[in-house]
């Protein structure tokens, strides 16, 4: 009977603990927000904490041509996209998660007349894939969208007739709502939000962004061809009591909209462009940077709430491009120069700031109570979350980190300008393909 008694206990206790994911859907893993669980008091995921070209590597591999795309990883396979650096090739690459082998390499689009990146910071193949048992969504923006079969690399259905010029190349990922896969277009000429069956890719809804423009020359056009009306960021979906709402930022302004059928429920004016980073939610505030600030904002409003709802606002070192983390009620994020800036999540207080040096476009993640920061040098800086700044580790790999990382049960999946890694806590994991 005692036994019995044991195991009806066990059953309970394991039902309500916060298990880490295996798996990494989508840009910013499981949850949209850089955690390994659901829950900050999570149990131990098991991620390395020392690593280097000689230590804890299990696996290496070569990836071809140029992408910043994030991979995702379900079961044994990680997906991640690429395309030639010119802009007129576009592939999906399906990588053994056990051994690393690349078994897809698949190409989809191709481009005749593919605009010039002009920079460095971008990629023809940045937004990140989302996957799913049996599916896997590419995205490259105007450039192409596709829903591949994950047994074979076939496509299932596929757009590539959606407007937008990117100009600088596309970045926003695609994510999967219910049977909604959801695209953020924005663009130097149209600027729009729109949702796919995600079975068909056939259009559900679209609805076009609503800012005021104020970038208009003497002859009436927009300056620098519109550059400054693109953006890049993620959309982040919340449920709140029942009621969804996605939170997504764009040039000159941020927005909320219901992801069900794409109306817009309110927006908050700013004077910005190129916004990137993906946006967080606590008790009632939705977390969102524009581009120089980050703004704390009341989810109850409707319409314009510029003047009203907004609760608090930070201006220092604001990251610009890697998206913020939210651990206990604290958030952290880096500047492109490497400034960690802590902060309460509820009042806008500054925490504390620490200079972790390097670049930083990639977005961190968190797992047990550690944040790991990835720059654009190769280095990898490994903090302990709380109200005092704290090193644990130094990591470098020979190239730097444009994409931020994924994590497939105890490994760190981490894609560099050039090669994909499985790290991982192993005395024999040094073998590299």
């Known amino acids: 009977m005692y036994k019995h008694m044991f195991w009806i206990i066990l059953l309970v206790v394991v039902s309500v603990l916060p ?4 798996d990494w859907p989508e840009f910013r893993g499981p949850f949209g927000n850089g955690h390994v669980s659901a829950s900050d008091k999570q149990i131990a995921a098991g991620l390395p904490l020392k690593w280097s070209e000689t230590e804890n590597v299990k696996w290496k591999t070569e990836i071809p041509h140029k992408g910043w795309s994030t991979p995702v990883a379900m079961g044994s396979q990680i997906w991640l996209t690429t395309a030639n650096t010119n802009g007129s090739a576009y592939f999906a690459i399906c990588v053994d998660a056990a051994t690393g082998k690349i078994i897809f390499n698949e190409k989809l689009f191709q481009s005749s007349n593919p605009e010039p990146l002009g920079n460095n910071v971008n990629s023809y193949a940045s937004p990140s894939p989302a996957i799913e048992p049996g599916r896997v969504y590419v995205h490259f923006g105007s450039y192409g969208t596709a829903c591949l079969d994950t047994s074979n690399a076939k496509i299932i259905w596929q757009r590539t007739e959606l407007p937008c010029r990117h100009f600088r190349g596309p970045g926003s990922s695609v994510i999967i709502f219910n049977n909604l896969l959801i695209l953020t277009m924005d663009g130097i000429d149209v600027q729009y939000m729109m949702a796919l069956d995600k079975q068909s890719g056939k259009t559900v809804w679209k609805t076009d962004r609503t800012a005021e423009w104020n970038d208009l020359d003497a002859d009436g056009k927009p ?23 996605m939170f997504s930022p764009a040039s000159k302004a941020i927005y909320s909209y219901d992801p069900t059928t794409g109306k817009e429920l309110w927006k908050i004016g700013h004077d910005t462009f190129s916004t990137a980073a993906r946006p967080l939610y606590l008790n009632g505030l939705a977390l969102m940077i524009t581009g120089n600030e980050l703004l704390g904002i009341k989810i109850d409003g409707r319409g314009d709430v510029s003047k009203t709802h907004v609760v608090w606002r930070f201006k220092h070192a604001v ?28 009042t806008g207080k500054l925490v504390w700031q620490e200079r972790i040096r390097s670049n930083y476009y990639a977005s961190p993640i968190y797992a047990d109570g550690r944040i790991y920061f990835f720059s654009t040098t190769g280095k990898a800086t490994v903090i302990k979350a709380g109200r005092t700044f704290e090193l644990l580790a130094t990591n470098v790999l020979d ?35």
């Open 19 to 22: 298990l880490a994911r295996a």
């Open 223 to 245: 300056k620098m061809d519109g550059d400054f009306r693109k953006a890049y960021s993620t959309p982040f979906i919340v449920d709140i009591t029942g009621k969804c709402q």
């Open 319 to 346: 990251s610009r491009m890697s998206s913020p983390i939210l651990v206990d009620e604290l958030i952290y994020m880096v500047s492109g120069d490497g400034t960690v800036t802590c902060i309460e999540a509820m």
């Open 399 to 433: 190239e730097g980190f444009m994409a931020s990382p994924a994590v497939l049960g105890r490994s760190l999946i981490l894609r560099t300008k050039t090669h994909l890694y499985c790290i991982e806590e192993s005395a024999d994991s040094t073998t590299k393909n």
